[in-house]
């Protein structure tokens, strides 16, 4: 069976209006996206799309306007409100909880709290939860099944943030990008090239970082920056299907990783697939007389082993994760 599969080219970056633009210009049917957006059922939110041509390419610069005044001060309980309040499919619901999820295991590694307690500045503004949404109802629409990039190229300095002047990469970005599997190259530009939103949108994802692997190219698309580098300020998306996917990996020493949970959230190997768990399964268990419970089984790869093991003693009732190294040989079927 062939997987339909989307790169990411990060030459000049990446945030969530480049991802947004970038997506939207690979064809996406414009009704089917503007229902999904009104399910989101936020009044007072508009999508504005211009096509662009600079330095000779073509494409599409997306901004979000709203109605809302001053710094929002989301935490990730109020982004959960929204999304499982709306009437966004299940998997775009999904995928955004996920993304929201990953950019609060990494703030609140920096800030040394709880990821309940994270108070979102930047990425909890309704714009960027818009791009986020967007993002998601692109991917599900243009059908993808896995996510590559290459490394994301940032600037260099400082840039003012809620917190005042921090260094680039921004901290919020160096965690999210810690332990993925995804490079980091700095280039000398005075300013943020990747912004927290983009990043967690390719870690929330599951993103593989590389080169573009073998497949047929059906689309590529455009994303432009709202920024003046000096140079093309965009990103650039390739969508197609693997070729050649007896040549891909399909074996090999993964990490098979254990949790026993009282309760089982919500969607929990949707999220956990999403974030680079290879598989995920369950099995019933009792702690005791009349003490049911679930014992969690995932298997992942080295690059994502660190990043799966803190959602799930963060984000469910796991009061240990379990680790050993197990042989895998996938079907190629």
Not at 131 to 148: M, N, R
């Amino acid at each position: 069976m062939m997987k339909k599969v989307l790169y990411f080219d990060c030459f000049a970056g990446i945030s969530g209006d480049m991802t947004l633009g970038a997506l939207l210009s690979l064809g996406v049917d414009d009704e089917k996206m503007g229902m999904a957006f009104a399910s989101l059922g936020l009044p007072g939110v508009e999508l504005q799309v211009e096509e662009i041509e600079k330095f000779g390419v073509a494409g599409l610069g997306v901004e979000v306007l709203t109605d809302e005044v001053g710094h929002a001060h989301r935490k990730l309980g109020d982004v959960r409100a929204i999304i499982n309040g709306s009437g966004l499919d299940r998997k775009v619901k999904s995928r955004v909880l996920t993304i929201y999820e990953t950019i609060a295991l990494a703030e609140a590694a920096v800030h040394n709290v709880h990821m309940e307690d994270v108070v979102f500045h930047e990425v909890g503004a309704l714009d960027s939860i818009v791009e986020v949404v967007g993002a998601a109802i692109c991917l599900e629409l243009l059908g993808v099944d896995e996510i590559y990039c290459s490394p994301l190229h940032d600037g260099t300095g400082f840039m003012e943030c809620a917190h005042g002047a921090l260094p680039i990469p921004v901290p919020a970005v160096s965690e999210i990008l810690s332990g993925s599997g995804i490079s980091l190259v700095q280039e000398d530009i005075p300013m943020e090239l990747v912004t927290p939103t983009g990043a967690g949108i390719l870690r929330g994802s599951g993103a593989r970082c590389g080169a573009m692997p073998p497949m047929k190219m059906e689309g590529v698309g455009w994303g432009f920056g709202k920024r003046e580098t000096g140079r093309l300020n965009a990103l650039r998306v390739v969508l197609g299907t693997l070729q050649d996917e007896e040549n891909t990996d399909a074996g090999g020493e993964v990490w098979q990783l254990e949790a026993n949970l009282k309760e089982l959230p919500e969607n929990l190997v949707e999220k956990l697939t999403a974030l680079g768990a290879l598989e995920a399964w369950y099995a019933p268990i009792f702690f005791g007389k009349d003490n049911p419970g679930t014992a969690l089984f995932l298997l992942c790869e080295e690059g994502v082993k660190n990043l799966l093991e803190d959602f799930l003693l963060a984000d469910t009732d796991a009061a240990s994760v379990r680790g050993k190294k197990v042989s895998r040989k996938a079907s190629l079927k």
